[in-house]
Every structure is written in structure tokens, then in C-alpha cells.
T-cell receptor
Framework: DAMVIQNPRYQVTQFGKPVTLSCSQT?????MYWYQQKSSQAPKLLFH???????NEADTPDNFQSRRPNTSFCFLDIRSPGLGDAAMYLC?????????????FGPGTRLLVL | GQNIDQPTEMTATEGAIVQINCTYQ??????LFWYQQHAGEAPTFLSY????GLEEKGRFSSFLSRSKGYSYLLLKELQMKDSASYLC??????????FGAGTTVTVRA
């Protein structure tokens, strides 16, 4: 089945130790998104790629970076995780941007910072 | 900025009907989405409204009034598996989806 895959499902890291979360998709969608969701809060968009074009949200901290080496894969790099970065990180894809285009979410990676 | 409001929690009995309201004030409007999110899982798409009126899809229906900045999700014939968080999300003029914090629905036997 076509889907959005995130690995790992759970990630534990130490304060200040770089960590990378990965997302892959078999939907061949043009757009990939990274959201941060803290407990009982709305998902917050960090950035997205339209094909190879990177779009950063204005309030996304510099500590968060992303790479999209090809259509299928997208990575979220947290350079120096702080305790406040503990959250669920959701990857989503859509065929195109805007209009009725639905975003399809992966299962998420829950990050714990010790 | 975007402002999307929905109730924090609702409780209902199995077999009943529940209506989850969502009001929004956004800089632009290009459609409203409802997603279901079970605890610890990813959101899954339920419905999309861009024109005023009611969209029915099985046990779930979604309504939109653009002039009032208002939508609701109606869940009929509630089942235990419907216990989840329901997220209202508005798309602005471009690509961006702004989510509400979600309404946690608890279905009791």
C-alpha cells in the first residue's frame, strides 16, 4: 500500500546531542511537510518542500533543519535538542499544494530529550 | 495570525450523535478540513469543505458557513472506536494548513 513512513517511531536523545528523524513516501507526492505537535496542542508547521524548493516557517527555530535528497525521502535534523523540543514530529505529504489537496500523515516519531 | 477555536473535550454515549463546532478567523480561506487523531497516532483525513453547506460521508457530516467563519463535524451512531481527537484545520490563500488544538471525544458505553 502507498503510504507515508516515519522512522523511528520513538527516539530518545540527550540534551544537545544532534538527532535526525526520517520520513519516506511511496505516494510520489510533490510536497512534504514537517509538523511538531506537543501534547494536547495543534500540529505546528515547521517547514515544507515543494519538490526541491524549501520553505521555512518564520517562527521555526534555527535549531531545526531539513533535507530532501530525492522525491521519496525527507529528513528533519535537530542540531542541539533542548528539553522543549520533546514532542511528536509528524511528516505529511500532498500531491500538490493548495485547494482541495489533502495532506496524508505518517505515524509520527515521538522524541524524548533527556 | 490564524485563530481557530474548538471545544477541548466532549463526552457522549454509544449510539448517540455529537456535534463538534469550529470557529475560525484567518487571513485567507481556501478550504476547511477535519481530521481524526487517535491517541499517539497520526491525523487521518475525514472531510473537506470549501463551499457553504453540508457534506455527508457515511456516519460523518461536515458543515461550513464562510460568512460566519464556522464549521461543525457531526458524528452519528457513535461507536467506541470514534473516541479520538478531532482537529479542525483551515487552509489559507496558499498551501498552509492551520490547525485547531483538537476536540477530544470520549464515547461511553
Amino acid at each position: 500500500d502507498a503510504m507515508v513512513i516515519q522512522n523511528p517511531r520513538y527516539q530518545v536523545t540527550q540534551f544537545g546531542k544532534p538527532v535526525t528523524l526520517s520520513c519516506s513516501q511511496t505516494l510520489n507526492h510533490n510536497v512534504m511537510y514537517w509538523y511538531q505537535q506537543k501534547s494536547s496542542q495543534a500540529p505546528k508547521l515547521l517547514f515544507h518542500y515543494y519538490d526541491k524548493d524549501f520553505n521555512n516557517e518564520a517562527d521555526t527555530p534555527d535549531n531545526f533543519q531539513s533535507r530532501r535528497p530525492n522525491t521519496s525521502f525527507c529528513f528533519l535534523d535537530i542540531r542541539s535538542p533542548g528539553l522543549g523540543d520533546a514532542a511528536m514530529y509528524l511528516c505529511a505529504t500532498s500531491r500538490d499544494a493548495g485547494g482541495a489537496e489533502t495532506q496524508y500523515f505518517g505515524p509520527g516519531t515521538r522524541l524524548l530529550v533527556l | 495570525g490564524q485563530n481557530i477555536d474548538q471545544p477541548t473535550e466532549m463526552t457522549a454515549t454509544e449510539g448517540a450523535i455529537v456535534q463538534i463546532n469550529c470557529t475560525y478567523q484567518t487571513s485567507g480561506f481556501n478550504g476547511l478540513f477535519w481530521y481524526q487523531q487517535h491517541a499517539g497516532e497520526a491525523p487521518t483525513f475525514l472531510s473537506y469543505n470549501v463551499l457553504d453547506g453540508l457534506e455527508e460521508k457515511g456516519r460523518f457530516s461536515s458543515f461550513l458557513s464562510r460568512s460566519k467563519g464556522y464549521s461543525y463535524l457531526l458524528l452519528k451512531e457513535l461507536q467506541m472506536k470514534d473516541s479520538a481527537s478531532y482537529l479542525c484545520a483551515v487552509r489559507d490563500h496558499d498551501y498552509k494548513l492551520s490547525f485547531g488544538a483538537g476536540t477530544t471525544v470520549t464515547v461511553r458505553a
